[in-house]
Every structure is written in C-alpha cells, then in structure tokens.
C-alpha cells in the first residue's frame, strides 16, 4: 500500500510537472500575441528614452503602485524609489535631466501589460557589440503550490537572431552554441523577439 501511494503521488506530481510547462508555453505564446503592439509600442520608447539618458525603471510591488528607478551614468548608478503618483518621482527625473514625461508614459504602459521591469543589456556577437532590450512580465497563469513565483522574460534584438531546430537561441550562425542570459536559455517568439520563464525578474 505504502508503494502504491508513493507511486500515485509520484504520477500527481509528474503530471503537475507536465500541465505546469504546458501553461507557461501556452501562457507565452498567448501573452506575446495578445499584447504585441503594447510591446513593441515600449521597446521602441524605452530605446528613444534611453538614448537620451540611461536608466531602467520597474515596479517593486504587486499592485503596481511603487517605482523603482536605476539612473545610470559613467561612474555611478543611482536607485530611487517612489510611488507612483507621488511628485519626487517627477522632480527627481527633472533633477537628472530624464525625459520626465516620455518615461511617465513607458511606466502608464508597462503597468496597463503587467510589466514589471524594463532594461538594456549589452552583449557581444562576432566580437561587436550589441544591445537587447529586456522586459519582465508578471505573472505567469498557473503557479504550482509552495513554489517560487515565476516571470516571463521578454528580449528585443536590433537584429535578426539564430535559432536551433528546437526555437532555442543562439550565441551566432557559426557557433551552434546556447546563448543564454542570467544563466537562463531563451526560445524562439519570432525573428528578434526570444523568452524564457524564469525565478528571477532581472
């Protein structure tokens, strides 16, 4: 008896496993699809913005209520914290000569989608240096009992990019190597667009 429960509990389990992964490949295709002209409406602000001025900003609770913001410059990076509606938000852009109300903007539209952070990273292809935006979205549909809240990451590229037979992203078209960012291995959403799932937001 003991082996048949622990063999049923194994199979509860497995299939859990197996609905999980099937809801969070639905999930992202769905997600992408349904919010894609928001999305591409941010990545295209977020990098007029920041050609201006660095910075990345994100929410840093559930309600989409507080902000943070990264103000970034040659020799140090600055982190504030607001909430939203709350006029140092306002006057600290202001102090540092961000564009105050296109990033006012981005923030009405990440929080309209569920984004939580916006960011750009740089990496290197056939030793040229590149950039990707990079976005994460809270929360995935289907969260199984005592685990970690999961996010879908969302990365923007200038530029085509290669995928293996399985949709998994690339380092190059020589190497058939994984690339992978923050240790995470990204999938195919189309041309310039990968995801992933993963325990960290940024």
């Keep these: 008896m003991p082996i048949r429960s622990g063999y049923t509990i194994y199979v509860l389990c497995l299939l859990a496993v197996m609905c999980s992964c099937a809801s969070r490949k639905e999930f992202s295709t769905n997600y992408y699809?349904?919010?894609e002209k928001t999305l591409t409406n941010i990545e295209q602000l977020y990098k007029k913005?920041?050609?201006?001025?660095?910075?990345?900003?994100?929410?840093?609770?559930?309600?989409?209520?507080?902000i943070s913001l990264e103000i970034i410059t040659d020799s140090i990076k600055y982190i504030y914290e607001f909430e939203l509606k709350e006029s140092r938000f306002q006057d600290t852009m202001k102090k540092y000569g961000l564009p105050a109300a296109g990033i006012t903007e981005l923030v009405t539209q990440m929080r309209s989608?569920?984004?939580?952070?916006?960011?750009n990273l740089d990496f290197y292809t056939n030793n040229q240096k590149r950039s990707l935006v990079f976005m994460s979205i809270r929360k995935l549909a289907f969260q199984l009992p005592f685990t970690s809240e999961k996010y879908y990451i969302l990365t923007f590229y200038s530029q085509p990019q290669y995928f293996d037979s399985e949709g998994r992203l690339l380092a190059n078209r020589r190497i058939?190597?994984?690339?992978?960012?923050?240790?995470?291995i990204f999938r195919r959403v189309n041309d310039k667009v990968a995801y992933t799932v993963s325990d960290r937001f940024r």
Excluded at 50 to 66: A, I, L, P
Excluded at 113 to 119: E, T
Aim: glycine share 2%; proline share 0%.
């Design 49 to 66: 913005l920041y050609e201006q001025k660095h910075f990345s900003v994100g929410f840093s609770d559930k309600s989409f209520d507080y």
């Design 33 to 35: 699809h349904e919010n």
């Design 176 to 184: 058939r190597k994984l690339r992978k960012i923050n240790d995470d």
């Design 113 to 119: 989608i569920r984004c939580i952070w916006i960011n």
